[in-house]
């Protein structure tokens, strides 16, 4: 039998309540599916249990799903909308089992000129993640392709193969915008082009609690505890992953990717400076007291080539946070073995306690500004943290002034510059772990 002689025949998908839901095709529409695709000529062949009944059986189909394949192999083309994210792998996962390729078009990745228009599954799934993030709705037009035999499967997220960053975005990120311009999924796509895709965080699932009446009271307690810390640590920031296709792309190249975009889209305030050259800085809170002692040791800094600036005020800077008991701040600017060696000469005594969390109220304090540094230097950055103890594998970006921070202990910044000037002082188990960065709009204390 060939594709011309095909008659109409049914899908018999599943339906609520184990009730099976058919979607009947048309003689037309039976004819045009297998002229488009073999599996409806050859399902239909050689006396199948098919051809009899002409009824095909797919237990594992929504009727949506049905519908919708038989509108793409019909009319060539269908359009979902990105937050309509399950149908689009269910269509995906249908066609497989029928043999046919179905290629994903963005029209505004498409608009992009030299980049490809076609987008695989693992960036089909990041760049309904970038909707979501966004809050935004766009549209996914899918289209398909002729073949034979075994159809070539989508590349996975299990083929990433290249470096992972989990950024933590705050909420307010994404509704600041320019003039006449929010943050767009146009920007956000750049990152697809350069081969970057966004993963959401495993732990938004954890955020689905029960809490059972028949439980023990200080069981409910405890689960209502961790669905309340949950929740506010929702309201605060939201998780995502980037993730680098291939293996020869660096930490630095994806943490660079998205400080660029970012910043793009930022609202430009006249107090932010914007960096263009690369430069090292380190802010100490010291206690008040020592005003004398600060100025002369700044001056004798300054006399050996450093750039030093003694901050007065109650304006930290550098996403310092936490106490409001001192007011100076030395702030040394210069290589990261000048910056180093002033570290290790500055008595400890001199500086400021963290007292905002009694966790860490213990700890002296201060601040590394990395601005606008280059690729190279966030791969330096980025395995650098992992020498920490305190809180390792976690940096910060301020977005708007292209600059980035380690805001440490002392003693891990200590390790940090050894780690960043001759690679000391991390640990294998730590080299490997996901960096942790965090988008900076507010003080932050340690972290």
């Not at 062949?45 to 019909?74: C, M, N």
């Not at 702030?331 to 001199?350: H, K, M, N, R, Y």
């Amino acid at each position: 039998m060939d594709a011309g002689e095909v008659k109409g025949f049914t899908i018999r998908c599943k339906g609520d309540n184990n009730v099976y839901e058919d979607v009947v095709v048309s003689d037309a529409d039976a004819q045009v599916m297998a002229n488009n695709c073999e599996y409806f000529q050859n399902v239909f062949a050689h006396g199948t249990r098919e051809a009899e009944e002409r009824v095909i059986l797919k237990p594992d189909w929504a009727s949506s799903t049905a519908k919708q394949l038989v509108q793409l192999l019909t009319t060539g083309n269908i359009t979902v909308r990105s937050r309509e994210r399950e149908s689009i792998f269910l269509l995906e996962e249908a066609a497989q089992q029928v043999l046919l390729n179905i290629s994903f078009h963005v029209p505004a990745f498409v608009a992009k000129g030299p980049h490809a228009s076609i987008l695989n599954r693992t960036q089909v799934g990041s760049f309904l993640n970038l909707c979501k993030l966004l809050n935004r709705t766009a549209d996914i037009q899918i289209t398909f392709t002729r073949c034979s035999g075994t159809c070539v499967r989508s590349i996975t997220e299990e083929q990433l193969s290249g470096p992972e960053v989990e950024v933590e975005f705050p909420p307010d990120l994404l509704k600041i915008s320019t003039v006449d311009k929010s943050v767009s999924v146009d920007g956000w796509l750049t990152l697809l082009a350069q081969g970057i895709v966004i993963k959401e965080s495993d732990e938004s699932s954890s955020s689905s609690q029960v809490i059972s009446e028949t439980s023990p009271p200080e069981e409910q307690l405890s689960r209502l505890a961790r669905i309340l810390r949950i929740s506010r640590s929702a309201a605060k920031e939201t998780r995502y992953h980037l993730q680098a296709f291939t293996s020869a792309t660096s930490i630095g190249t994806v943490l660079n990717a998205m400080c660029q975009i970012l910043h793009r889209h930022r609202a430009e305030s006249a107090d932010v400076r914007v960096y263009s050259q690369e430069e090292f800085s380190l802010r100490l809170p010291c206690r008040f007291v020592l005003e004398k002692a600060l100025e002369k040791t700044a001056n004798s800094l300054s006399r050996h080539g450093l750039k030093v600036y003694l901050h007065q005020g109650n304006r930290l800077g550098y996403f310092l946070g936490g106490s409001s008991s001192f007011n100076l701040c030395p702030t040394i600017t210069g290589t990261l073995p000048q910056i180093q060696a002033v570290l290790s000469v500055i008595p400890e005594e001199w500086m400021q306690t963290y007292s905002k969390s009694t966790r860490d109220s213990a700890l002296k304090w201060c601040s590394l500004r990395v601005c606008a540094p280059r690729v190279e230097t966030l791969d330096r950055l980025a395995i650098a943290v992992g020498a920490c103890k305190n809180n390792p594998n976690t940096l910060g970006v301020d977005v708007r002034s292209k600059a980035f921070f380690a805001v440490k202990s002392v003693n891990d910044m200590k390790l940090l510059l050894a780690a960043m000037i001759n690679g000391g002082g991390v640990g294998e188990d730590s080299a490997d772990k996901v960096p942790t960065l965090l988008i900076l709009e507010q003080p932050k204390g340690i972290f």
